[in-house]
């Protein structure tokens, strides 16, 4: 009888530990909505972590373990507990500068690193059996020991895709004063959101500045986190760790609006797309109308990472059949250096429908659809 009665106590008590972590981690997620920024601001887009592999937290350096997840920012890769992810001891990559052309520098996280580790001056292994921590730049991605960067010039070159970086002295970001007009009215910024939600009037007037060389062409990278299996969220935070977060862009929860600012601000530039030949078409569409309303644009190469299932405009065009599991950062260095410009047909079909209106009335619509690649009827149309 006494061992019946633990067992129901023990399920009782499993049960009750299930639902708990249920309500807070929904609390929590809640909460992290709503103290997520956009990445321009250069603060941590923390997510809760989804795989199974062993995290330590990056303020506290502790093991992540329990009932309950932790946090993972997408932008430095980071991880963190929920309660040490409200401090701000550890900054997010600074994705902008105050003025043009200022020297930022090495921007050094001490997190832990991989078991072998090497330090990038001394050439000895940063990791040991007592210590796993070290120093890492968020640009460079160079590794170091606490004294070895103390003693070296703090001038980073941004690594292996230094010429396509669009490096944070090579932008300023500054937005319109509205919220202090308003403030002196209303009394708080949170009640100046408020009002302003209200009135479906604007907060900010955003002015973005861009001074880039000549000899650097910045790659602009347009994900859709949803292709691929839904391995487009790993993409798509590999790239925010190798380039400037602005320069990357989430289809999925940002659109494509964010290219505005590099389509009128930038002089030379190439487009990469991550995902299927649906995410190239409407990048491809967007442009497109874009450069057609505006005479002068430049018109930038496009090249693609394949990630949906067809993938034909990516096997026309050379750029491979599919995502094979490698490095995804790969396809920067085929850009950079091994890519050449083709010329891609552009098809403007012409639709009428005939119908009816409410009063009986025979009605012709008429619609305009800009396709690529080749159009296709019946059994082809529906495969593809």
């Known amino acids: 009888m006494n061992s019946i009665l633990w067992i129901l106590i023990s399920i009782f008590v499993l049960y009750l530990m299930i639902t708990c972590s249920r309500k807070l981690k929904e609390y929590l997620r809640i909460n992290i909505h709503k103290i997520r920024f956009p990445k321009d601001k250069g603060r941590h887009q923390w997510t809760f972590i989804q795989d199974s592999e062993n995290h ?36 997010c990559k600074k994705v902008h500068s105050q003025h043009l052309q200022e020297d930022n520098g090495h921007q050094w996280i001490h997190t832990l690193l991989p078991l ?17 921590r070290g120093f890492q730049c968020l640009w460079c991605q160079r590794i170091a020991h606490k004294v070895c960067k103390e003693g070296k010039e703090n001038k980073c070159d941004y690594g292996v895709f230094k010429n396509l970086i669009i490096r944070p002295s090579f932008i300023t970001y500054t937005a319109g004063n509205r919220i ?9 910024l949170f009640k100046i959101k408020k009002k302003i939600r209200r009135s479906n009037s604007s907060i900010l007037t955003e002015t973005w500045a861009f001074k880039v060389p000549e000899n650097l062409i910045p790659v602009i990278v347009c994900v859709n986190r949803k292709s691929g299996g839904q391995i487009g969220s790993r993409i798509l935070s590999l790239f925010y760790k190798n380039l400037n977060p602005v320069q990357v862009i989430d289809l999925i929860n940002e659109g494509l609006e964010p290219l505005d600012k590099f389509i009128f601000g930038l002089k030379k530039y190439v487009i990469l797309v991550a995902g299927g030949d649906g995410s190239v078409a409407s990048v491809c ?15 930038p190469p496009i090249a693609i990472l394949p990630l949906g299932v067809g993938n034909d405009l990516s096997i026309v065009l050379g750029w491979g059949k599919g995502y094979e599991e490698n490095d995804p950062c790969s396809v920067l260095k085929e850009i950079e250096k091994n890519s050449t410009p083709s010329i891609l047909d552009t098809w403007n079909v012409k639709i009428s429908k005939e119908g009816k209106n409410s009063l009986n009335r025979k009605v012709i619509t008429r619609e305009s659809r800009i396709m690529y690649n080749y159009m296709g009827f019946g059994v082809d149309a529906k495969v593809s």
Do not use: P, W
């Open 56 to 91: 330590i937290c990056s303020f506290c350096f502790k093991q992540i373990d329990g009932i309950f997840s932790g946090l993972i920012c997408e932008i430095c890769g980071i991880s963190a507990h929920a309660m040490c992810s409200r401090s701000h001891s550890v900054k």
């Open 116 to 132: 072998e580790s090497i330090c990038s001056y001394c050439k000895t292994y940063c990791v040991d059996y007592y210590n796993s």
């Open 180 to 188: 202090k007009e308003l403030k002196n009215k209303v009394g708080n």
């Open 285 to 299: 569409t967007y442009l497109y109308d874009k450069i057609s309303a505006f005479s002068g644009l430049y018109v």
